[in-house]
Structures are given as structure tokens and as C-alpha cells.
């Protein structure tokens, strides 16, 4: 399943950045699709390692700069092909492009840089492309759509359940004081960095009744969770993930076509491991592999797409 999800990630970030595809029919250039799947690959690997200069600082002085040299080369690659696809649509643009056409975000940028360039310049641009990526009923006779989404409270409590329980980020983004202060009667000084573990508050036995059991049915109706600041699987306030309506309507979105359209089982007896490796989002330890069949109503409508 990972492979699978990581490809459906992608080909929805390259169509709202450039609206081609890169995996599935009427792909794109493989090696293209390749170069990016391994820039995502390698901003997440190293976006996870610990930079050992931030604890020991003295080492940055001794020239112990391994992880810093290697963010600057994947910097630099992430704007090679940034500033590929801007050619790429400057070309297209030039050519006839159809005003009824839906506008990819790179067209939209482009646009702006015509009527603001010194605001809209190709660096502004390739940071605004990149900060996206680094940052997704019953059986029916059509698919389900977004809008049904809000009408599904089981389905948004299995996923809200789940990023309680597995938190993508169990300490969000380090962020860091800009000016001293005092937390719970702590003092903070400025410049610190802080970590906040959520995997802790999202397990705590007195915020939640039995934390280690998976109960969708806790979320029903229950927004108050949010507000009381003890489910926080995309941060909180200003500096809180951005692509929460996006991630939540495309996992949304797949899980319940994944659950309408095929019937799924274990591939053996033994119950799925679920221990947690390492890295940045938090991977499974062991890659989720599973069976699947198209459910027999679902037939005729899959062999249509
Ligand atoms: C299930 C999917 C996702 C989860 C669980 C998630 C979670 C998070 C978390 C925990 C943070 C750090 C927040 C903090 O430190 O307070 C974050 C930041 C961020 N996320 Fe997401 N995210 C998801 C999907 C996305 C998507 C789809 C995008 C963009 C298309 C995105 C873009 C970002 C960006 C740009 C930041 C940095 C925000 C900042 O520092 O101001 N995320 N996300």
C-alpha cells in the first residue's frame, strides 16, 4: 500500500502544481516523475535526521557541517526542477493556451509575475511551489465525491481516531521563542527550541478514556477535542499545517473509495504490525501489504474508469 499511496500523493501534488500527471494513465515523463519521487524522498530523510550541530554548536566551529551541505545540494536540486516546470508553462503559455481552461498553479504565478514582477520574481515562485510540496456509502452506482464527505461521521472519526493514535508528526515542526516568556510556570528563554509531543498528550489516560483502544466513535460530535488543545495531529495557530483541508479531503477521499469499492483482508493470520519506525512522519515499521478484491455491485462501475 505504501508505494501505491506515495504515487497517488504525488500525481495530486504535480496536478495542482503543474496539472500533469506521473503515475496511472496519461503519465508524464518517467524520468521526470523519478527525479521528483527522489527529491520528496530525500527532503523527508533528511528533514528527520538530527543535526547533531544544533545540540553541540561547538562542532559547527570544528567544520562538522555533514547535514547542512546536504540540505543546501537537495535545495538546490528542488530548484533545478522547480524552475523547469516555470519554463515548461512559459513555453505552453506562449503557445495558445485555451482562457476556458482550468489554470494550474504554475500558470496562476506566471500570471501574477506579469502584472507584479518585482514582487512575483522565478525565486518567489519556485518557494511558493516548493512550501506546497514539502511540505489528501454504501455501494452505489456512482463514486464517492467530496461532497459526500460531511454526511460520512464514521469515516472522519476512523481517520481522526487514527492520527490520534499514529500521529504523522508526534512532535510536530520544532519552533522556536522570539522573545522570552513563561509556559505553565516555566521560563522560557528566547531562542529556544521546542518540541511538542503530541503522540504523549494523544495517549494521556486523563484526557482520553482508554487511549490504547481504536474507537472512531469518540469523535462523534466531539469538536471540543480540538479546541481543548488534546488532538493536535496538524499543530495549532499560526504556524499550523496549511494543508489540513486538503490532506483530510483526499485521505477522505480514498479511504471511503478504497472502502466502497474493493473488500479488503489480511494477507495471512497474524494481525498487522503496527510498530512505528523511524523518521520524520513517523513510518510504519513494516510496510502495510494487503488483499483486495473489487466488491461484485462495484464491478461494472470500476471497469468503466
Ligand atoms: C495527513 C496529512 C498531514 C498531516 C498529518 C500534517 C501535519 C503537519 C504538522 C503536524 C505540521 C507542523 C505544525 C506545527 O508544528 O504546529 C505541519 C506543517 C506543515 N504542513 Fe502539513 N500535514 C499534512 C498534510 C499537508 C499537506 C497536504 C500540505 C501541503 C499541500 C502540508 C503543508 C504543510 C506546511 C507548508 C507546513 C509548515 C507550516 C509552517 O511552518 O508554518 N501538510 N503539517
Request: aromatic share 8%; proline share 6%.
Amino acid at each position: 500500500m505504501k508505494s501505491t499511496f506515495f504515487e497517488l500523493t504525488l500525481n495530486v501534488l504535480i496536478r495542482i502544481i503543474a496539472g500533469k500527471r506521473y503515475y496511472g494513465e496519461h503519465m508524464a515523463d518517467l524520468e521526470e516523475a523519478n527525479w521528483f519521487k527522489r527529491i520528496v524522498t530525500e527532503t523527508f530523510e533528511l528533514s528527520g535526521a538530527t543535526n547533531i550541530g544544533d545540540f553541540v554548536p561547538a562542532l559547527k566551529y570544528l567544520g562538522v557541517r555533514g547535514l547542512e551541505k546536504k540540505l543546501v545540494i537537495l535545495q538546490k536540486k528542488g530548484d533545478g526542477f522547480m524552475q523547469d516546470l516555470i519554463e515548461e508553462h512559459r513555453k505552453l503559455q506562449s503557445s495558445s493556451v485555451s482562457e476556458q481552461k482550468r489554470k494550474t498553479k504554475v500558470e496562476v504565478l506566471l500570471s501574477l509575475q506579469e502584472t507584479e514582477p518585482e514582487y512575483y520574481t522565478d525565486e518567489i515562485i519556485r518557494g511558493i511551489m516548493q512550501t506546497e510540496i514539502d511540505n489528501h456509502i454504501g455501494q452505489s452506482c456512482r463514486l464517492l465525491e467530496e461532497s459526500d464527505l460531511p454526511k460520512l461521521p464514521y469515516l472522519q472519526g476512523i481517520i481522526s481516531e487514527t492520527l490520534r493514535m499514529y500521529p504523522t508528526g508526534p512532535l510536530l515542526a520544532p519552533h522556536e521563542s522570539v522573545k522570552d516568556c513563561t509556559v505553565g510556570g516555566f521560563h522560557v528563554p528566547r531562542g529556544t527550541m521546542l518540541f511538542m509531543n503530541i503522540w504523549a498528550i494523544q495517549h494521556n489516560p486523563k484526557l482520553w478514556a482508554q487511549p490504547d483502544q481504536f474507537k472512531p466513535e469518540r469523535f462523534h460530535n466531539l469538536q471540543e477535542e480540538r479546541d481543548g488543545f488534546v488532538w493536535l495531529p496538524f499543530g495549532a495557530g499560526r504556524r499550523g499545517c496549511p494543508g489540513e483541508g486538503l490532506a483530510t479531503r483526499i485521505v477522505g477521499l480514498t479511504l471511503g473509495s478504497l472502502i466502497q469499492c474493493f473488500e479488503w483482508e489480511r494477507i495471512g493470520e497474524e494481525m498487522v504490525d503496527m510498530r512505528e519506525g523511524t523518521g520524520l512522519t513517523m513510518p510504519r515499521a513494516q510496510p502495510l501489504l494487503a488483499k483486495c478484491r473489487p466488491r461484485p455491485k462495484m464491478l461494472a462501475l470500476l471497469s468503466q474508469l
